[in-house]
T-cell receptor, first 114, second 109 residues
Framework: SQTIHQWPATLVQPVGSPLSLECTVEGTSNPNLYWYRQAAGRGLQLLFYSVGIGQISSEVPQNLSASRPQDRQFILSSKKLLLSDSGFYLC?????????????FGPGTRLLVL | RKEVEQDPGPFNVPEGATVAFNCTYSNSASQSFFWYRQDCRKEPKLLMSVYSSGNEDGRFTAQLNRASQYISLLIRDSKLSDSATYLCVVRSGGFKTIFGAGTRLFVKA
């Protein structure tokens, strides 16, 4: 069966510090991968998605970036965090047979920028 | 107008009650629809997909009305464990996935 991991689970970072969140998927190959952010009391916002190694699409302009160095690894980064980057960051995967497939989420990383 | 709108609630219902949530979407070209459940401080988990003909999974029934651009979720015989936030999800062409802000449900003994 497929599993998706994220770490760290929680993170407290000062403003201006760098960020690296990691997501890995097991039990599937060539998945579509997604990064979402959920601000407190709000819906999920799609940040990035990837259909393959090195292929990243950004949905919203921001000071975050994403990379996919391996088939089942997706990384979210920032060079300098802002207070507004605080939130719940969720990685998701879906099959790649078509772009309508269900997305499954990892446990998330709760980020607090102070 | 938001692309996907849900009544934020909260809905407070007693055990055994029937409760219904609605969700409206603005993009008439939307192709796939889902309901997810999210427990407090946890990741969303798929509850059910929503098919054009409507579909049922145990106590849960989902309906889609394309003409009026809304989907619904009906929960019968509510359990304490149904307490959660229910997210309406709409996918258009490509990878554009829009999540509603969610409807909070509290089921009380």
């Amino acid at each position: 069966s497929q599993t998706i991991h994220q770490w760290p689970a929680t993170l407290v970072q000062p403003v201006g510090s760098p960020l690296s969140l990691e997501c890995t998927v097991e039990g599937t190959s060539n998945p579509n991968l997604y990064w979402y952010r959920q601000a407190a009391g709000r819906g999920l916002q799609l940040l990035f998605y990837s259909v393959g190694i090195g292929q990243i699409s950004s949905e919203v302009p921001q000071n975050l970036s994403a990379s996919r160095p391996q088939d089942r690894q997706f990384i979210l980064s920032s060079k300098k965090l802002l207070l507004s980057d605080s939130g719940f960051y969720l990685c998701a995967w879906s099959g790649n047979r078509n772009n309508q497939e269900t997305q499954y989420f990892g446990p998330g990383t709760r980020l607090l920028v102070l | 107008r938001k692309e996907v709108e849900q009544d934020p609630g909260p809905f407070n219902v007693p055990e055994g009650a029937t409760v219904a949530f609605n969700c409206t979407y603005s993009n008439s070209a939307s192709q796939s629809f889902f309901w997810y459940r999210q427990d407090c401080r946890k990741e969303p988990k798929l509850l059910m997909s929503v098919y054009s003909s409507g579909n049922e999974d145990g106590r849960f029934t989902a309906q889609l009305n394309r003409a009026s651009q809304y989907i619904s979720l009906l929960i019968r015989d509510s359990k304490l464990s149904d307490s959660a936030t229910y997210l309406c999800v709409v996918r258009s062409g490509g990878f554009k996935t829009i999540f509603g802000a969610g409807t909070r449900l509290f089921v009380k003994a």
